[in-house]
């Protein structure tokens, strides 16, 4: 009779087990304090991460989580004491699910241990490698129910290894682990981790245990790794640590929007729109020379002759004061021009002609008409299509110079070209 009230015994605090696993809610363990499981929820919330100013760092993560025995021991903290580490792990990894943004990267989530459910498998991947989902993580997160067995993490590293091996681009490798009797030589694992793939991972650790020693064993972890860093419960307990958090291993800084890390950006301050490089350079799309982040004129035709703000100009050409005649000695410049039109017959061009700013607004913009004009005349006299040009003056209006000095004056006194759809 005895032996079976304790086999009944036995298994109601089993299922009692298993039931406080399933209700557990975000844990504040800053401010838990002695209120019920349903009373604190809202003292975390957890809520996806602001990503503005920011960029993804990572293609794919893996979250490697100890489910051993150990983890079953009650965590050791004045205002948590009631709840074992593996449930605030658990907590630690919900929570961390929910502040991750909206992106297209590939997850895992990898446990090691030997609790129920576990079938006889020492580490597995329940979940992934994958395209991220928010909700499939969580609920194969709730499917690892109770900790158990020992704690064979190099294991679960040496399997992180193979799923790396499958995957492209830079990913983090976070073990959330009470950091005791870790199996199978992990710090030898992690040494192999870097060696095969420490150019494009980082590895962080997230310790819930209550022993120094293993919290410097965690620590060791992730500083043999070279990139990463290891943190504590306390340190992601609240809503503003695990957003921090997230951010330094998910993303990084990005001041100029162009989607290149700032750490990695060798051109920094790129206006908005402009298409850069690996490391956040503009290119050149019209191959004028000029690059796109200070071409005022883009989508110049291939061969044209441009000045420093990437415009097609009449190069070489200069009027005299109050002149508007083309000299002969400018024809092989104009040429240029002939051979563009004549390679590109369905590019049209308007010529707009520019004067400085000595003499009335009325008196240059007439000078700049005429300037336009004489060289709209030369490139048809040469066999250009008049209907394929036009000419406009703008006068003194658009100084590209200093009209202070002779030299500013003698640049603004010019005909700019622009390409016509």
Same mark, same amino acid.
């Given at each position: ?233 306390? =340190? ?9 958090? &997230?951010?330094? *291993?998910?993303? #990084?800084? %990005? +001041? !100029? /929007? $162009? ?5 990695? =950006? ?9 298409? &850069?490089?690996? *490391?956040?350079? #503009?290119? %050149? +799309? !019209? /191959? $004028?020379g000029v690059t796109d982040d200070i071409d005022v004129c883009m989508n110049t035709p291939k061969g044209a002759i441009v000045d420093d703000r990437g415009c097609w100009v009449v190069k070489g050409v200069k009027f005299d004061y109050k002149k508007w005649d ?96």
């Amino acid at each position: 009779m005895k032996r079976k009230l304790s086999l009944f015994a036995c298994i109601a605090i089993f299922i009692s087990l298993q039931t406080g696993c399933f209700q557990l809610k975000s844990l504040d363990l800053k401010g838990l304090d002695l209120m019920r499981m349903d009373e604190f929820q809202s003292q975390v919330q957890s809520q996806e991460l602001q990503t503005e100013g920011y960029v993804q760092k990572v293609d794919s993560f893996i979250i490697v989580l100890d489910s051993s025995s150990s983890m079953g021991t009650i965590y050791e903290d004045e205002v948590a004491e009631r709840y074992s580490r593996f449930m605030i792990a658990k907590d630690i990894v919900s929570r961390m699910n929910n502040t991750i943004p909206e992106m297209e990267i590939q997850g895992t989530l990898q446990r090691f241990g030997y609790g129920f459910a576990a079938k006889g498998k020492l580490t597995e991947a329940v979940y992934g490698p994958t395209a991220y989902s928010r909700s499939d993580l969580e609920y194969a997160l709730q499917s690892i129910i109770t900790p158990g067995g020992h704690s064979p993490a190099g294991l679960a590293i040496g399997e992180t290894s193979k799923i790396l091996g499958s995957t492209e681009g830079k990913s983090a490798v976070i073990v959330v682990s009470d950091g005791e009797k870790l199996n199978d030589d992990p710090l030898m694992k992690v040494k192999t981790l870097k060696n095969q793939f420490g150019d494009r991972t980082c590895l962080y650790t997230i310790w819930v245990g209550s022993k120094t020693e293993s919290k410097e064993f965690m620590d060791k972890i992730a500083s043999e790794m070279g990139c990463g860093f290891s943190v504590t419960a306390d =340190d992601v307990a609240t809503s503003e640590g695990m957003e921090n958090f &997230v951010r330094k *291993v998910f993303l #990084a800084k %990005d +001041s !100029d /929007g $162009d989607g290149v890390p700032d750490e990695e =950006d060798e051109c920094p301050g790129t206006p908005p729109g402009i298409e &850069v490089d690996a *490391v956040g350079c #503009a290119g %050149d +799309s !019209d /191959g $004028d020379g000029v690059t796109d982040d200070i071409d005022v004129c883009m989508n110049t035709p291939k061969g044209a002759i441009v000045d420093d703000r990437g415009c097609w100009v009449v190069k070489g050409v200069k009027f005299d004061y109050k002149k508007w005649d083309v000299k002969p000695q400018f024809n092989s410049n104009l040429d240029n021009i002939i051979d563009i039109l004549k390679n590109t017959p369905d590019l049209n061009i308007r010529v707009e002609g520019h004067t400085d700013n000595i003499g009335s607004e009325k008196y240059n913009l007439d000078l700049s008409k005429k300037r336009a004009e004489s060289i709209k005349a030369y490139l048809v006299k040469k066999g250009i299509d008049e209907s394929r040009i036009t000419s406009m003056g703008h006068g003194l209006s658009k100084p590209i110079a200093d009209n202070v000095t002779k030299e500013g004056r003698a640049l603004n006194r010019r005909a700019e070209l622009i390409p016509m759809k």
